[in-house]
């Protein structure tokens, strides 16, 4: 059984600022087969992903679409990105 250090967190570049942070502090989009962009709650969503802080700079819709359209090379769908900051309480 791998010994597990407690310090250790893994962390995500925010697609946005670029700032690294915790993943639990972040949301993964993913980008799935038939190229939509989709909110990738459970972490598991196959397909290439990228990651968007809580900052609410980087929630800003139009900053969120560019940093999707950088990382993943696809255009979001209108409210396919929209994020609740409440959201961030879970
Ligand atoms: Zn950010």
Redesign the pocket.
């Known amino acids: 059984m791998p010994k597990r250090r407690p310090d250790h967190i893994p962390t995500r570049t925010?697609?946005?600022?670029?700032?690294a942070?915790p993943k639990r502090e972040m949301d993964r989009l993913v980008r799935i087969g038939d190229g939509s962009v989709h909110r990738d709650l459970t972490g598991r969503l196959p397909g290439r992903g990228t990651y968007?802080?809580?900052?609410p700079?980087?929630r800003d819709p139009e900053r969120m679409a560019a940093a999707v359209r950088r990382a993943l090379g696809a255009e979001p769908a209108p409210g396919t990105i929209a994020i609740e900051v409440n959201d961030a309480a879970t």
């Open positions: 925010c697609a946005a600022c670029r700032v942070r968007i802080c809580h900052e700079d980087c």
